[in-house]
């Protein structure tokens, strides 16, 4: 018998289908959020028990489950802290947009030209180290108390961390495709444009990665501090009238809200960068 006659199972695994790669990656985004989820279900359970929280104040999974789906007024319940969340939500995209539209154009200005880089970074500090609730007070007499707060509370904070990921990001364009463009005739904008914006996609979705709950933060602050509504207002709220399961469900929906919207950013990142990222088209 030929040495070949009989398939080792070497070769019988090489020739076993094999996942497709972006079948792979969005297990692992899935798996991942999963992981996430249950660690910070243990977490939560551990720390009330670790600690010995009264069971008035401290609220397990069993008291926020019943009080969204299985009390008499759970329908009741759940439609109110629906009807929060989704103002909050609504709060947070308009944070989002603006930190990120803003972090866009100051990163492209900073590459373009070493001047505003010196006039743009020090004033994006400044905004970074001081406590928003400390300019809270400044931005409702300058703004209002409506839309225009909260665009430019949470879009504080999602200004910074976005803004230096995707200067990283531009900076980070082989160079000597830059030099290609140059030497061809294109100026900076056309090297912006055709190479460093492309290179740093994969620093463009960090940023959206890092944004996403970082507006979902800075929606709750304004919504405490200047809108009076929101899951933000309807805490305190809820807190002063000692409604303590009120807060927990509150408290956990917007998180479960944070980990979904930062999971989508994750899928939507796999598969952008597998169409138009610098490794497209390579796996």
Same mark, same amino acid.
């Given at each position: 018998?030929?040495?070949?006659?009989?398939?080792?199972?070497?070769?019988?695994?090489?020739?076993?289908?094999?996942?497709?790669?972006?079948?792979?990656?969005t297990?692992?985004?899935?798996?991942?959020?999963?992981?996430?989820?249950?660690? *910070? !279900?243990?977490?939560?359970?551990?720390?009330?028990?670790?600690? =010995? #929280?009264?069971?008035?104040? +401290?609220? &397990? @999974?069993?008291?926020?489950?019943?009080?969204?789906?299985?009390?008499?007024?759970?329908?009741?319940?759940?439609?109110e802290?629906?009807?929060?969340?989704?103002?909050?939500?609504?709060?947070?995209?308009?944070?989002?947009?603006?930190?990120?539209?803003?972090?866009l154009?100051?990163?492209?200005?900073?590459?373009?030209?070493?001047?505003?880089?010196?006039?743009?970074?020090?004033?994006?500090?400044?905004?970074?180290?001081?406590?928003?609730?400390?300019?809270?007070?400044?931005?409702?007499?300058?703004?209002?108390?409506?839309?225009?707060?909260?665009?430019?509370?949470?879009?504080?904070?999602?200004?910074?961390?976005?803004?230096?990921?995707? *200067? !990283?990001?531009?900076?980070?364009?082989p160079?000597?495709?830059? =030099? #290609?463009?140059?030497?061809? +005739?294109? &100026? @900076?904008?056309?090297?912006?444009?055709?190479?460093?914006?492309?290179?740093?996609?994969?620093?463009?979705?960090?940023?959206?990665?890092?944004?996403?709950?970082?507006?979902?933060?800075?929606?709750?602050?304004?919504?405490?501090?200047?809108?009076?509504?929101?899951?933000?207002y309807?805490?305190?709220?809820?807190?002063?009238?000692?409604?303590?399961?009120?807060?927990?469900?509150?408290?956990?929906?917007?998180?479960?809200?944070?980990?979904?919207?930062y999971?989508?950013?994750?899928?939507?990142?796999?598969?952008?960068?597998?169409?138009?990222?610098?490794?497209?088209?390579?796996?």
């Open positions: 018998m030929s040495a070949t006659a009989v398939p080792r199972p070497l070769d019988e695994a090489r020739r076993a289908p094999r996942a497709h790669p972006a079948l792979r990656r297990g692992r985004v899935l798996l991942d959020a999963l992981v996430t989820g249950a660690v *910070v !279900l243990a977490a939560w359970t551990g720390l009330l028990a670790a600690f =010995d #929280v009264s069971p008035y104040v +401290g609220k &397990g @999974p069993a008291q926020v489950w019943e009080y969204l789906v299985t009390d008499p007024d759970a329908a009741v319940n759940r439609a802290v629906l009807d929060l969340l989704g103002r909050t939500l609504l709060d947070a995209s308009i944070g989002f947009v603006a930190g990120m539209a803003a972090a154009l100051l990163a492209a200005a900073m590459v373009l030209s070493r001047g505003a880089e010196g006039a743009i970074l020090p004033v994006a500090m400044l905004f970074r180290s001081v406590p928003l609730i400390a300019m809270a007070p400044v931005i409702i007499l300058l703004v209002g108390r409506g839309v225009a707060s909260v665009a430019v509370m949470s879009g504080i904070v999602v200004l910074f961390p976005a803004l230096v990921t995707i *200067v !990283l990001g531009l900076r980070s364009s160079p000597g495709i830059r =030099d #290609v463009v140059t030497v061809l +005739g294109g &100026g @900076p904008r056309t090297v912006l444009r055709l190479v460093q914006l492309p290179a740093a996609l994969p620093s463009v979705f960090a940023a959206v990665r890092i944004s996403v709950p970082g507006a979902i933060t800075g929606a709750l602050i304004a919504e405490w501090l200047a809108t009076g509504g929101g899951i933000g309807g805490v305190v709220s809820a807190v002063g009238r000692a409604q303590n399961t009120k807060v927990w469900a509150l408290v956990v929906v917007v998180t479960l809200a944070s980990l979904v919207l999971t989508v950013a994750q899928l939507v990142e796999q598969w952008v960068l597998a169409r138009f990222g610098p490794a497209a088209g390579r796996a």
